[in-house]
């Protein structure tokens, strides 16, 4: 990826439509949360408009009525960049570009461009250029004008620059690799985790800032990078933890969601996210704090689902409680999820609590298991061990006895390779 000096202090407009469709109050909210987006992309935001329409303009998106008030807003405050809460098509951005004379982008643009400021190793970079080729292919069809040299800042980073030369064969071809190198990278992952199958595993998701990163530093006592930032965390870490009777955990951080979420990040981030896919039990962590935290328990639940995880067994955390004033809504959380701790990570609050439900779930969600095989039986011994933990094997004569632990569904799909049924 190629970083671009960004200029110092970008000023922002930042812009949303109401269609009516949802609350003018919860359009705001995701207005704020396009603020935060900018500040931590390194804007200072000038101004925030909302426009009400019943329907998006397909040429100009908020109207070209709109917009043109937009040409004088961003004069009169010596503002250098418009962001819109919502993706824009290539016509809009050209329409608006050519109308409003400034920097466009939108909040993937926008998001795009954190993910390759934070993007760290490798793998993440890897991931974030994918993203952004795959953004910006369809989008070939414009000047981009705004990834020439004559800008720089939000929305240029990684393959920025060059663009304007970059033909669609080329960006393809790219894109190949760049799948090449992921899938590698993933198959690298595949075989690292077999020495872990042994060990319940733990991911952690949430909404970006909920407080993850700090959960994990004080469950495994790491010191994982945590900031009250969006997106301080990329890549996934996984380190290992004891709960009661000494049993070992593996624990992982994995990266925060939130609405509006790219589709191509996320495909890009499949081999991340695999973290969650290969989970034995998800903690999901709430910002408890946040007065639109049902908002995002809803946008996480659907990411779930999207990566078909919506079935695993889910712990919902409610984080940050020492920053709850309203008791009644720390009863109405106690009324309305079941299977829910309420803590504070940031000051310890409750963990033991956090660590009884886990022992709970595990308990819940594992069997043990006595089987004999014949000595010959070679090939279902295998199974039992690729599926399970085997907690001990004993022979005699004619037989092996195996005891082992396993996911209850695991167990029932090894007693069909036994018995046949």
Known sequence: MIEIPRRVNERAILVALNTREISRELVEEHLSELEELAITAGAETILKVIQEKYAIDPAFYIGKGKAE???????????????FDDDLSPVQVRNLER????????????????????????????????????????????AWTHLSKQYGGIGTKGPGETQIETDRRIIRTRIGQLKEKLEKIESQRITQSQGRKDLTRISLVGYTNAGKSTLFNLLTSSSVFAEDKLFATLDSTTRSF?????????????VGFIRKLPPHLVASFKSTL???????IILHVIDFSHPFYEDHIRVVDQTLKELDCDKKNIIRIFNKVDLVTDKNRIHSVKNNYGKSVIISAQRGI??????????EVIE????????????????KA???????????????NKSVHITYRARKENSEKIKKIIYGQ
């Open 69 to 83: 008030e937009l040409v004088n807003l961003a004069e009169t405050n010596d503002v250098n960049l418009i962001i």
């Open 99 to 142: 109308l409003i004379n400034k920097k466009i982008i939108d909040r993937s643009g926008l998001i795009l461009d954190i993910f390759a400021s934070r993007a760290k190793t490798k793998e993440a970079k890897t991931q974030v250029e994918l993203a952004q080729l795959q953004y910006l292919l369809p989008r070939l069809t414009r």
């Open 242 to 254: 004891e709960i009661e009777h000494g049993e070992k955990l593996l624990l992982s951080d994995t």
């Open 274 to 280: 695999n973290e969650v896919r290969d989970a034995d």
């Open 350 to 359: 409750n963990i033991s609590g956090l660590k009884e439900k886990l022992t």
């Open 364 to 379: 819940e969600a594992f069997v043990e298991e006595k089987v004999a095989l014949n000595l010959a039986d070679s090939k």
């Open 382 to 396: 295998a199974s039992i061990h690729s599926m399970a933990k085997v907690l001990s094997t004993k022979y005699d």
